[in-house]
């Protein structure tokens, strides 16, 4: 875990379960129910960022209980590395990370606007993913 200069996160002591990591969890369920709803009407691109959300805020969720005062990022791979969280989640925050910026603005991606460049299996994808961090979340939280 790097909680020195420069990491995302300000740490103040040991765990503590507060009001905020349960509001962030249930953030993030909500914005998972989302990105489902957003794959029954073939929005890929709203998927994979809801899932990129899903995620972070999960991650978020388990820094407050862990008793981090504040995140100051938005990247699921930096959250997780401050957090010493590793392997298949780090891999997943890899991933979920490139569809922050890419889904949401049309220059973003050379040849097409994120509307029409998402395709169906990105979103399979960024749904299986996201629901790895919500697994850990709750089970962070209900170990706190």
């Given at each position: 875990?790097?909680?020195?200069?420069?990491?995302?996160i300000?740490?103040?002591?040991?765990?503590?379960?507060?009001?905020?990591?349960?509001?962030?969890?249930?953030?993030?369920?909500?914005?998972?129910?989302?990105?489902?709803?957003?794959?029954?009407?073939?929005?890929?691109a709203?998927?994979?960022?809801?899932?990129?959300?899903?995620s972070?805020?999960?991650?978020?969720a388990?820094?407050?209980?862990?008793?981090?005062?504040?995140?100051?990022?938005?990247?699921?791979?930096?959250?997780?590395?401050?957090?010493?969280?590793?392997?298949?989640?780090?891999?997943?925050?890899?991933?979920?990370?490139?569809?922050y910026?890419?889904?949401?603005?049309?220059?973003?991606?050379?040849?097409?606007v994120?509307?029409?460049?998402?395709?169906?299996?990105?979103?399979?994808?960024?749904?299986?993913?996201?629901?790895?961090?919500?697994?850990?979340?709750?089970?962070?939280?209900?170990?706190?």
């Open positions: 875990m790097y909680h020195g200069i420069g990491s995302p300000s740490f103040h002591g040991g765990p503590v379960m507060d009001n905020r990591s349960s509001l962030w969890l249930k953030q993030a369920q909500g914005e998972n129910k989302w990105a489902k709803d957003a794959f029954g009407s073939g929005n890929w709203l998927v994979c960022f809801l899932c990129q959300q899903t972070e805020k999960a991650l978020k388990i820094a407050f209980s862990m008793g981090v005062t504040q995140v100051r990022s938005h990247s699921t791979f930096e959250i997780a590395e401050s957090l010493g969280i590793n392997g298949e989640l780090a891999d997943a925050s890899r991933i979920l990370d490139q569809y910026m890419t889904t949401r603005y049309p220059d973003a991606l050379p040849g097409g994120p509307c029409e460049m998402f395709v169906k299996s990105q979103a399979e994808e960024a749904l299986r993913l996201a629901e790895l961090f919500l697994l850990r979340a709750r089970a962070e939280l209900d170990d706190g």
